[in-house]
């Protein structure tokens, strides 16, 4: 368990440190020396006889090659899609639903027939493939240690000032949403974490529980592509009510998870879940383009992935304690709902706040020309009035 869960708070924790990687190199460098350590990771994990070692070849090693491979594949996105950005985004991101439902089947196949070692040896051909994949990456939008060599005739590294762009906290709509976010992430994660011993507390053995999971994953497939296409049709910022809208139904149905007495409700409550955590997910790109452009994009979205990984991680092991204290997930998954319902609420003042931003942008340029013409209008007054007492004296002479 530490191994694991270990390994996904690295993937996060890791993001503001890429995403600095990811404007110094670009997209390609990063994506591929990340795929290499993650593979050299996995085989190397394949190999060791005790937990110990697991948690620095997996836990470590394997989930900051995954991390550096993960977030460049985001970002690239944005540099050949405008108007369609969201749909190509929920396109890349359904891949991760379409996994999150055959990969389990496939692992518990290979673990039985060649054995726990062999079936990472295996997982390795796909990290091959995503390395084979990062070559592919042609940013068209240049990276910053490109520009400052640009400008000097040498490459050289920038001042750190622009290494670690903190300059996206500037934006206030960004500043809303980089926290908004992680406020409504302490309760998003625990009902996947915590359901399937839920359905056991409730159900027994009379049911099973992988179908909540398939529920789960082929509607979030479903969502980020649906939810993609709609974000393309939804202009600016706006978009983020796209966000708000799934933080809400999701803490409804995690306040409705104690409510399902029935199995078969509790399906309908994971299908409706697994739809909107899908329209959660696949417009988080799309949204951090629109606050901070395209420059920016890469640390808006490290920034915000490494503020994500502490309510991930701190959320579910909180509903745990409940229920060793309670004897029953019923009180802890009430108290899932309310995050989410308290961040979207959040989330609502971007669009306003965004606006606002852009209508004090455009009026600057408008006083800066006002100012020029003022100055020049000064300029040809003291002119004219130099010249007339020149051509007086012309004409007397």
């Known amino acids: 368990a530490w191994g694991s869960s270990l390994s996904m708070g690295m993937v996060f924790f890791c993001s503001p440190i890429v995403s ?10 990063v994506a591929v020396i990340g795929a290499a350590v993650g593979l050299v990771g996995l085989l190397s994990s394949s190999f060791v006889s005790t ?52 990969l389990p ?43 400052e060599g640009g400008k000097k005739g040498k490459s050289k590294f920038p001042p750190a000032k622009k290494i670690c762009n903190f300059s996206v906290f500037k934006v206030l709509s960004y500043r809303i949403w980089a926290f ?9 994660f625990v009902p996947y974490v915590h359901l399937m011993k839920h359905v056991k507390d409730r159900f027994g053995d ?37 966000q708000v809208a799934s933080f809400f139904f999701i803490g409804l149905m995690s306040m409705m998870i104690p409510l399902c007495n029935v199995f078969g409700a509790l399906i309908a409550v994971c299908l409706f879940m697994g739809l909107f955590d899908g329209c959660f997910i696949c417009i988080m790109a799309p949204i951090a383009f629109e606050l901070v452009g395209a420059q920016n994009v890469s640390q808006a979205i490290g920034f915000l992935l490494g503020l994500m990984s502490v309510p991930m991680t701190v959320g579910p092991p909180i509903a745990g304690l409940l229920r060793d204290k309670l004897g029953t997930y019923d009180v802890a998954f009430y108290l899932a709902g309310v995050p989410p319902l ?11 706040v965004h606006e606002r931003q852009k209508l004090k942008e455009r009026e600057k340029p408008v006083d800066g020309e006002t100012t020029e013409k003022m100055l020049e209008n000064e300029s040809t007054l003291v002119s004219d009035t130099t010249e007339k007492p020149v051509k007086e004296l012309d004409s007397g002479f």
Not at 20 to 28: K, N, P
Not at 73 to 92: P, W
Not at 232 to 237: E, Q, V
Request: proline share 4%; charged share 15%.
């Open 206 to 242: 009379s049911v099973r529980e992988e179908v909540l999971l398939l529920c789960l994953g082929i509607t979030s497939g479903v969502g980020r592509l649906v939810f993609g296409r709609v974000a393309d049709y939804i202009p600016g910022a706006k978009k983020v009510y796209l």
């Open 180 to 188: 908004g976010i992680p406020a409504a992430l302490f309760g998003y």
């Open 20 to 29: 600095i990687f990811t404007d110094l190199f670009g997209c390609r460098k």
């Open 105 to 147: 089947f496939l692992l518990r196949v290979l673990i039985d027939s060649v054995d726990l070692y062999n079936t990472l040896r295996v997982l390795c051909i796909l990290m091959f493939v995503l390395f084979l994949a990062g070559f592919t990456y042609k940013p068209l939008v240049p990276n910053t240690k490109d520009k």
């Open 342 to 352: 308290i961040g979207g609420a959040i989330l609502c003042f971007i669009p306003w």
């Open 51 to 102: 937990i110990e070692p697991l948690y620095f070849t997996y836990g470590i090693l394997f989930a900051c090659g995954c991390s550096f491979a993960y977030q460049p594949s985001l970002v690239i996105l944005g540099h050949y899609f405008k108007k369609r950005l969201g749909l190509v985004n929920g396109v890349v991101t359904a891949g991760s639903s379409l996994f999150t439902v055959s």
